[in-house]
């Protein structure tokens, strides 16, 4: 009864999503196909942090539970097998147009006991050393522009199978030194506060009889106050998503495992409209609460429904784990053309000893080598302090 539940609650809010999308009228196909990306504040916050989700495609809502759960669902850590433990990643970013940029995560998690646990992470972003100019060209300064998050959750079991959590988080974006504009305005580090929803279903399965396990999980984060960055300049969403997604592992035998994953992401955050003569002829403003924004979201695409299934990126995830000491992991990642066009296969290995693992994921674009995403590498530690 329980699973039919879940079930249910899961039919009933797809339903609605398609509803509401399908309440949009629908406008000309030019507009349908026209680049039209959903911008937010902060966007490192969707950096997939770690090695091991990121070797899969940036799945993680539904994959079994590991330390760096709380990026993907927080409501893992309820499940997880260890007691706790620490992870420290580190990924240099987009090292096709800069040679200073990284992001490093530090994150670690304490069960308290067989059905609550508690984590918490740290994430900084360093854009590196960049030069500011004024309107005219004249050197200003040098800056070094940088954004942190720091994040707290608490995880409960609710019955055997079902696990929710909920998580609090800080962000700092610091990404103008303090210069002032040319019309004078001067500029602050925007910070915000929000929180994350998240939810997780685990149960054992039997295929031909091979035993195994399957999952759901639902994750909505990033629901907060908007950010600015001076006193005067508009308020700007934060990266808003929602993810859903399933996981399917099965023992081949004593040895072996080997699971598939999926992930499907939309950003709860208003779409742009089409303006003429300063008007709005397609889609509806954006200048609205973050509340009326989040559902907004899934109806105001100028394109109509189409543009609305544009909107929602897929991630999909394959680990082999030999002996729960060795990984091979492989994923592909797609966002359509229109609204960010990151295309991707990624992959990646793991190795583990008895206390302490080691990561790596790598990423190749389908867009060519001189996409800026490509040769992506990430690199990760983990240490084991359970019992």
Same mark, same amino acid.
């Given at each position: 009864?329980?699973?039919?539940?879940?079930?249910? /609650?899961?039919?009933?809010?797809?339903?609605?999503?398609?509803?509401?999308?399908?309440?949009?009228?629908?406008?000309?196909?030019?507009?349908?196909?026209?680049?039209?990306?959903?911008?937010?504040?902060?966007?490192?916050?969707?950096?997939?942090?770690?090695?091991?989700?990121?070797?899969?495609?940036?799945?993680?809502?539904?994959?079994?539970?590991?330390?760096?759960?709380?990026?993907?669902?927080?409501?893992?850590?309820?499940?997880?097998?260890?007691? @706790?433990?620490?992870?420290?990643?580190?990924?240099?970013?987009?090292?096709?147009?800069?040679?200073?940029?990284?992001?490093?995560?530090? *994150?670690?998690?304490?069960?308290?006991?067989?059905?609550?646990?508690?984590?918490?992470?740290?994430?900084?972003?360093?854009?590196?050393?960049?030069?500011?100019?004024?309107?005219?060209?004249?050197?200003?300064?040098?800056? @070094?522009?940088?954004?942190?998050?720091?994040?707290?959750?608490?995880? @409960?079991?609710?019955?055997?199978?079902?696990?929710?959590?909920?998580?609090?988080?800080?962000?700092?974006?610091? /990404?103008?030194?303090?210069?002032?504009?040319?019309? !004078?305005?001067?500029?602050?580090?925007?910070?915000?506060?929000?929180?994350?929803?998240?939810?997780?279903?685990?149960?054992? +399965?039997?295929?031909?009889?091979?035993? =195994?396990?399957?999952?759901?999980?639902?994750?909505?984060?990033?629901?907060?106050?908007?950010?600015?960055?001076?006193?005067? $300049?508009?308020?700007?969403?934060?990266?808003?998503?929602?993810?859903? =997604?399933?996981?399917?592992?099965?023992?081949?035998?004593?040895?072996?495992?080997?699971?598939?994953?999926?992930?499907?992401?939309?950003?709860?955050?208003?779409?742009?409209?089409?303006?003429?003569?300063?008007? /709005?002829?397609?889609?509806?403003?954006?200048?609205?609460?973050?509340?009326?924004? *989040?559902?907004?979201?899934?109806?105001?695409?100028?394109?109509?429904?189409?543009?609305? +299934?544009?909107?929602?990126?897929?991630?999909? !995830?394959?680990?082999?784990?030999?002996?729960? $000491?060795?990984?091979?992991?492989?994923?592909?990642?797609?966002?359509?053309?229109?609204?960010?066009?990151?295309?991707?296969?990624?992959?990646?290995?793991?190795?583990?000893?008895?206390?302490?693992?080691?990561?790596?994921?790598?990423? /190749?674009?389908?867009? !060519?080598?001189?996409?800026?995403?490509?040769?992506? +590498? @990430?690199?990760?530690?983990?240490?084991? +302090?359970?019992?």
């Amino acid at each position: 009864m329980k699973l039919y539940k879940t079930y249910i /609650i899961i039919v009933l809010f797809a339903s609605f999503t398609v509803l509401s999308a399908m309440a949009a009228p629908p406008n000309d196909e030019v507009k349908r196909n026209e680049i039209n990306s959903v911008s937010t504040a902060v966007p490192f916050l969707t950096i997939a942090p770690d090695s091991r989700s990121s070797a899969m495609g940036d799945v993680g809502v539904a994959t079994s539970p590991d330390v760096n759960s709380l990026h993907w669902n927080p409501a893992k850590y309820a499940f997880a097998e260890s007691d @706790r433990g620490i992870a420290l990643s580190y990924s240099p970013w987009l090292r096709g147009l800069v040679k200073d940029m990284n992001l490093l995560y530090l *994150i670690g998690y304490q069960k308290l006991d067989d059905m609550q646990a508690i984590a918490g992470s740290l994430r900084y972003f360093n854009m590196g050393n960049i030069q500011f100019y004024d309107i005219n060209g004249s050197f200003m300064k040098d800056g @070094r522009p940088n954004e942190f998050a720091f994040d707290v959750a608490y995880s @409960r079991l609710f019955s055997e199978n079902i696990s929710a959590a909920l998580a609090f988080r800080y962000t700092r974006s610091d /990404i103008s030194s303090g210069i002032s504009s040319s019309s !004078g305005t001067k500029a602050k580090a925007g910070n915000s506060f929000a929180a994350d929803l998240a939810v997780y279903y685990h149960s054992e +399965l039997d295929i031909a009889g091979k035993s =195994g396990t399957w999952a759901l999980g639902a994750d909505f984060s990033n629901i907060g106050n908007k950010m600015s960055y001076s006193n005067e $300049q508009h308020k700007t969403f934060l990266p808003i998503n929602m993810r859903i =997604g399933g996981s399917v592992g099965l023992d081949l035998d004593f040895y072996n495992k080997l699971s598939f994953s999926v992930d499907i992401n939309k950003l709860l955050v208003p779409t742009p409209p089409v303006y003429e003569n300063g008007e /709005i002829v397609y889609g509806k403003s954006r200048d609205v609460g973050v509340v009326k924004g *989040i559902f907004q979201s899934f109806s105001d695409a100028p394109g109509g429904f189409k543009e609305e +299934l544009h909107e929602i990126s897929y991630g999909f !995830g394959l680990e082999y784990l030999y002996r729960e $000491q060795f990984a091979v992991r492989t994923g592909y990642f797609h966002e359509h053309p229109t609204k960010g066009n990151r295309r991707y296969f990624t992959m990646g290995i793991g190795v583990k000893t008895h206390m302490i693992g080691f990561d790596f994921s790598y990423l /190749i674009s389908t867009l !060519g080598r001189n996409n800026p995403m490509n040769n992506t +590498l @990430r690199f990760s530690i983990i240490v084991d +302090l359970g019992k």
